[in-house]
């Protein structure tokens, strides 16, 4: 069984500002990310095989790195992407994460493809290495995803979640389950000395999976969505499940691509090929006509300094208590947003 260990305490964000971390990827890497899952989606295996598999963390000296050069910012979190290619995200962090002192978070685990008893091994083996530092952010994926690459179906995903999270939370907790729903059977527990139970999040779109992240777990982590949708729609939703349930204000996670340049025009319109794929999605398509837009790159915050960095205020005006950037541009941009976001994370 799991000891009686605390997880460790956030930081409480700066006075108008969201908790700032960044996600483990660069523009290079999300390029090649994208087409190759492009091409594993439509079942092209040819288009998508071979070299790096487009994992923006593909290597344990490349995580290290980014680890690295998010602590020495001073931000809040480093956020890893767990893509069906390349290294597994939670042996990747126990293996170059254990020395930093950031939240080191995981947007997000696909549910699908591990069973919970399975999962519960790792994040909970994790989380003892790491210090209890781990945060876990699941979610569904996305049916091309699920049927093409793991040959899974992808049947009841919403019903999936709910069980998932009935066997998952008590192993988290160090309790023993006996377990047989419709979509999960699971029967058994984990034991890790030194793990405290993780904050867990839910990667969450559409109503339901708001109302069941707000019910059940610590908050959400949303993807592309715009700020008068979270102002309007997804802080409101998941908050209301939040109250319900007697649990405290959630976390929302808002993960979104943050470009510091002068030229504004060019880096949306590479965004925007970047991030075609999205346009595939149908819970994406549904956000993006929630918000009335026609691609992500146009929810994007780019611009200089001045802009990049009131982009970010008003994700905490809206609602958003972190925000997850995904730096983009070349080297130089790349540098700018870094030391944009450790301005902004100082505490003077």
Sequence with gaps: MTTNVQPTRLRAPRAGLPRIGVLMADLAATSAQHKKLQALAAGNAGAAAGGDQGNPVSSTTATRRWFERIEAAGLDAAWSPQPPQGVDVLTAIAATAADTRIELGTSVIPIFARHPLILAQQVLTTQAIVGNRLTLGLGLSHQPTIERVYGIPFDRPLLRMRECLQVLKPLLAGRVVSFEGKTVTARGGVGVIGAAEPSLLLAALGPQMLELAGTETDGTIVVHVGMRTLEGFTVPTISRAAAAAGRPRPRVVVQMPVWVTNNV????????????????????????????????????????????????RRVAACGGTDLCAIIFGDRSDQERAFNLLETLASPN
């Design 265 to 312: 025009a060019a880096a949306r319109e590479e965004l925007a090929t970047a991030l075609s794929h999205y346009l595939t999605l149908p819970s994406y398509i549904a956000m993006f006509e929630r918000e009335g837009v026609q691609s992500p790159a146009e929810l994007a915050i780019v611009g200089d300094e001045t802009a990049v960095e009131a982009g970010i």
